[in-house]
């Protein structure tokens, strides 16, 4: 709860990905950051800047 500062959060949706939804849930409640940005790549695991690398950098410049 000490992180107030944004905080991004990338998770693949298929099947390999190392993030689960609980996860997620566990993050939001014990982050103390009032910004929050969740994004998930339907076409990657946990590889996604492998997997989906043109989404993951527009993501990330938005982000910053």
């Known amino acids: 709860n ?5 905080f991004l ?13 609980e996860d ?4 939001v409640n014990n982050i103390g950051s009032k910004s929050i940005r969740i994004e998930k790549f339907e076409s990657a695991g946990h590889a996604i800047i492998a997997e ?3 989404k993951i950098i527009r993501v990330i410049n938005e982000f910053l």
Do not use: A, H, R
Request: charged share 35%.
């Open 2 to 6: 000490k992180i107030n500062c944004p």
């Open 9 to 21: 959060l990338l998770k693949g949706e298929l099947e390999e990905s190392l993030v689960s939804e």
């Open 24 to 27: 997620i849930l566990e993050y």
């Open 52 to 54: 989906d690398f043109e």
